[in-house]
């Protein structure tokens, strides 16, 4: 199974900052990385697709790189509605897995 | 708009079963554009994979949960529903149906709110 690992597992940033969120995968997936964000109480809402892909409706704030092994998720400018959690998942090999999360809060 | 709610109890013993089904509205199971899933995560931690199917009947599963788990679908209801037998204290979480957006191996794009299942006695 392919492991993915998320860091910072928790990050704190001010409204305007430039944040970025790294997942890396124990082997290479190619570009077949989604992004997630989730909210408490809530279903996780799909940001970005195919690791660069913005999922229509999602703020072009966000902007997610990388093939292979390592990827990013950037949040160009913290707006107060983008705190939350975020996930990375892996699609290129069954089982799909997730990242352990990533906690972005208010500093 | 797709929109997917689950149901089924939210209180399951330990060693039994836990039921549940997952409605959709908006959109048909019928459509051979997708698959439909089952999701959970545990209080606190990371979301797992359970398994998906395909309108046809065809199922994927998580290898480390395949001895238990079983996913059907009923087109007549437009729905879709989970079985995962022989229940541990392990097994409580809040688990979501979920629209694949492609095949099996594909992002999730719409899902249930989700509903907490405890296994307690």
């Known amino acids: 199974d392919i492991q993915m690992t998320q860091s910072p597992s928790t990050l704190s940033a001010s409204v305007g900052d430039r944040v970025t969120i790294t997942c890396r995968a124990s082997q290479s997936i190619s570009s077949w990385l989604a992004w997630y964000q989730q909210k408490p109480g809530k279903a996780p809402k799909i940001l970005i697709y195919k690791a660069s892909r913005l999922e229509s409706g999602v703020p072009s704030r966000f902007t997610g790189s990388g093939s292979g092994t390592e990827f990013t998720l950037t949040i160009s400018s913290l707006q107060p509605d983008d705190f939350a959690t975020y996930y990375c998942?892996?699609?290129?090999?069954?089982?799909?897995?997730f990242g352990q999360g990533t906690k972005l809060e208010i500093k | 708009q797709v929109q997917l709610q689950e149901s089924g109890p939210g209180l399951v013993k330990p060693s039994e079963t836990l039921s549940l089904t997952c409605t959709v509205s908006?959109?048909?199971?019928?459509?051979?554009?997708?698959?439909w899933s089952w999701i959970r995560q545990p209080p606190g931690k990371e979301l797992e994979w359970i398994g998906s199917i395909y309108y046809s009947g065809s199922t994927n599963y998580n290898p480390s949960l395949m001895t238990r788990v079983t996913i059907s679908v009923d087109t007549s209801k437009n729905q879709f529903s989970l079985k995962l037998s022989s229940v541990t204290a392990a097994d409580t979480a809040v688990y979501y149906c979920?629209?694949?957006?492609?095949?099996?191996?594909?992002?999730?794009?719409?899902w249930g709110q989700g509903t907490l299942v405890t296994v307690s006695s």
């Open positions: 908006g959109g048909s199971v019928i459509s051979g554009s997708y698959y």
């Open positions: 979920a629209r694949c957006s492609g095949w099996y191996l594909s992002p999730f794009d719409y």
């Open positions: 998942q892996q699609y290129n090999s069954s089982p799909c897995s």
